[in-house]
């Protein structure tokens, strides 16, 4: 069983002995889930067997056992950020990031579009996730994070930035409407947007989170954009636009400072 699951860990998986940070992008291959959940759901809230997510659960623990206790949220499209540590880790608040200086605590965050967002500062060892859906990057939950993790004593310069697979420019076609709200909210917006169809554009989120954590003091070089367009390649990834919008899988991004 663990070695079907092995191959959902690469080539996204980031590890870093000398930081003491293990982290990954998974993908949706190495699971017993089957239909649009096929097949390594990890989600129990999308209508999936239960007892599918539990062996999915059971065989990504065996496949990264340093993982640790995990820390979830209730993920609602805000800017909300949690701190999380040993005593709450079982607390599931409404908030889409979480921050944590707590060795062995992972940080968990679920997507099938939207960008999953992975900070770390090895040298002030503060770690944060966070869940960016295009409601989100207009809340500004990238300079949320950025700011959460300050408050942990992580300065933004010292932080660096993978953003995960995601649904990418080529695919990403939203209402000319909201591509102008992003325009007027979002400085540097409208660089990132090309026409679509008549009444609608495509929109670039990595690229405008990117120009967000530059922003919120983030060095460039400092982010990583990891992964393909979760649409194009939904054989590999969870896509709500490619299921048509119907209730799929969702993907696991995770992030965690191990103990030396």
């Given at each position: 069983a663990t070695a079907g699951v092995v191959p959902i860990l690469r080539p996204?998986?980031?590890?870093?002995?000398?930081?003491?940070v293990v982290a990954g992008f998974l993908g949706r291959r190495g699971g017993v889930s089957i239909g649009a959940y096929a097949s390594m759901n990890l989600s129990e809230h999308v209508g999936d067997d239960p007892a599918s997510?539990?062996?999915?659960w059971r065989r990504l623990r065996a496949a990264v056992a340093d993982i640790?206790?995990?820390?979830?949220?209730?993920?609602?499209?805000?800017?909300?950020?949690r701190v999380a540590t040993r005593e709450n880790v079982s607390d599931r608040p409404r908030a889409d990031g979480i921050v944590t200086r707590e060795p062995n605590l992972a940080l968990a965050i679920f997507t099938a579009d939207c960008v999953p967002i992975l900070l770390v500062s090895p040298r002030h060892r503060v770690v944060g996730a966070l869940h960016a859906g295009w409601r989100g990057v207009i809340a500004g939950i990238a300079c949320q994070g950025v700011a959460a993790m300050a408050q942990l004593g992580a300065?933004?310069?010292?932080?660096?930035?993978?953003?995960g697979p995601s649904i990418g420019p080529c695919c990403f076609e939203v209402d000319r409407d909201l591509a102008d709200r992003f325009a007027?909210?979002?400085?540097?917006?409208?660089?990132?947007?090309?026409?679509?169809?008549?009444?609608?554009?495509?929109?670039?989120?990595?690229?405008?989170l990117r120009d967000q954590l530059i922003a919120a003091g983030v060095a460039a070089a400092?982010?990583?954009?990891?992964?393909?367009?979760?649409?194009c390649a939904c054989g590999e990834y969870f896509s709500r636009?490619?299921?048509?919008?119907?209730?799929?899988?969702?993907q696991m991004s995770f992030v965690a400072l191990r103990e030396e």
């Open positions: 996204w998986q980031r590890r870093s002995e000398d930081c003491a997510v539990e062996e999915n640790g206790p995990l820390a979830r949220v209730n993920q609602v499209h805000g800017n909300v950020v300065p933004a310069g010292s932080i660096r930035v993978a953003l007027a909210q979002i400085p540097g917006s409208a660089g990132h947007t090309r026409a679509g169809r008549e009444g609608k554009a495509y929109l670039d989120l990595r690229a405008i400092a982010i990583e954009s990891v992964g393909p367009c979760t649409r636009r490619a299921a048509g919008g119907i209730a799929t899988g969702l």
